[in-house]
């Protein structure tokens, strides 16, 4: 029976990722296939590296794509980094922190964890005082973690690692291209991504960047894949327990010898490089100015309706507000009548927090002044039917004037 061509339909999303994506990274992903050794092909892959130590903030030679989802990235991370029995701390302030958790006991780490309650970040000294006991090998941590809108100081924690001689992993999926983030500077080892939240891409690429000391790592459990496997190639230490996240493998793909392994997602290449680029002609700084300009709105605007928002104000991420359900509505059917009544869907929540909060996100394309005031006015709209007492036009006045201020700002 045959289907019709696709049309999904019309929809603005504001929730915590996938965001709609820039239709100039559409437009980059309908670009014809090349073959994987074409010389444009590994042009692009060389651009697309180049173009990802900007948006990383490292010089770091070893930044390339994952492919798979941005979770892709953290098992190949994770699994290269860490031998079974290899011990690892993880700082967990919500479920992202909680599946580096199961990453990293998967890949048979003794794992530590550090916790705050949801809706807080880690203290550092809680943090150093487990690492200088435990001497792990690998401290890993989600910066911003959606499912709270957490964002973990990861400075702090390069130095902890620093001092402590640990390598420093870093899931800066949510994060990156929105709020600060330094990995040189900040002693970072290894940092991954995904495209769908401030970088305006669609889920399917994951970013990485290796520093010197996890290369080394990494190369000290080379195996070159059998078939491939040269008189030089003398397999070295452990082998990486996953053959297709082996990123002594998939280094040797990228880098100088171009020596097979995956079939590059060409697509999902010439998607993220076109990600890499538009931040990269933005100006990073300006990027991240946006996000905080629209998460700003997006705070003001919510508080301007009545509605409270969940967890420590000072650590929030740019782009993610946890917005508390009011008493006695029914939260889902809330963001039904958004999607059915307006297209715009905002996001649910997992775990403590599911059914006590929503997550409005302001990332990406989507971090603009209309879909911000669109979201808002159309919050109103759907709240004011469930029943509940929000101020007339609270929504919009309020974020119109951070718009308001932000721009007599630029003015003076
Ligand atoms: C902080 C963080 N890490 C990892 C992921 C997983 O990303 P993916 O679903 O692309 O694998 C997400 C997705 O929301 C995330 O927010």
């Known amino acids: 029976m045959p289907y019709d061509q696709i049309a999904p339909p019309a929809r603005l999303l504001m929730g915590p990722g996938p965001i709609s994506a820039d239709p100039r990274v559409l437009r980059a992903m309908s670009a014809q296939l090349v073959g994987q050794f074409d010389p444009a092909m590994t042009a692009y892959m060389g651009e697309t590296m180049e173009l990802f130590r900007a948006v990383f903030r490292t010089g770091n030679e070893q930044t390339f794509l994952v492919d798979g989802t941005a979770r892709a990235a953290i098992e190949a991370a994770l699994v290269s980094l860490c031998e079974p029995g290899d011990r690892v701390v993880v700082p967990v302030f919500g479920r ?29 000294e809680r943090i150093e005082e487990v690492v200088a006991r435990v001497q792990p090998v690998v401290v890993a941590v989600a910066h911003g973690d959606t499912s709270t809108t957490m964002c973990q100081p990861l400075q702090p924690l390069g130095e902890i690692c620093a001092r402590h001689g640990a390598l420093f992993y870093a899931d800066v999926t949510a994060s990156l291209g929105g709020n600060p983030f330094e990995m040189d500077d ?9 495209l769908q939240k401030c970088l305006g891409g669609p889920p399917g690429s994951a970013p990485i960047s290796l520093s010197g000391s996890a290369v080394r790592r990494v190369e000290g459990r080379r195996h070159v894949e059998l078939g491939l496997r040269t008189d030089q190639d003398v397999p070295r230490g452990r082998r990486i327990a996953s053959a297709y996240f082996d990123l002594a493998m998939i280094m040797d793909y990228w880098g100088k010898r171009g020596l097979n392994h995956h079939t590059e997602a060409t697509t999902m290449l010439y998607g993220a490089r076109e990600c890499a680029r538009l931040v990269v002609a933005e100006g990073i700084d300006a990027a991240i100015g946006r ?16 509605l409270e928002t969940f967890g420590d104000a000072e ?25 059915a009544d307006f297209g715009i869907e905002i996001g649910t929540s997992f775990g403590p927090l599911h059914g006590v909060v929503w997550r409005i996100g302001t990332m990406g394309y989507n971090a603009r002044t209309d879909a911000v005031l669109t979201t808002l006015v159309a919050l109103e709209a759907v709240l004011r039917v469930a029943g509940v007492a929000v101020v007339a036009g609270g929504g919009f006045g309020a974020a119109r004037e951070v718009y308001d201020d932000a721009f007599a700002g630029s003015l003076s």
């Open 291 to 306: 996000h905080r300009l629209h998460g700003a709105a997006m705070l003001a605007g919510v508080g301007g309706l009545g």
């Open 96 to 124: 992202f922190g909680q599946l580096l958790v199961e990453i990293a006991e998967r890949v048979g780490a003794e794992v530590h964890q550090v916790q705050a309650p949801w809706g807080e970040i880690v203290p550092p």
């Open 186 to 194: 900040w002693g970072v080892d290894v940092a991954s991504a995904g």
């Open 315 to 339: 650590h929030r991420m740019n782009n993610v507000v946890a917005v508390r359900i009011p008493d006695g509505v029914d939260g889902e059917s809330v963001r039904r009548a958004m999607l």
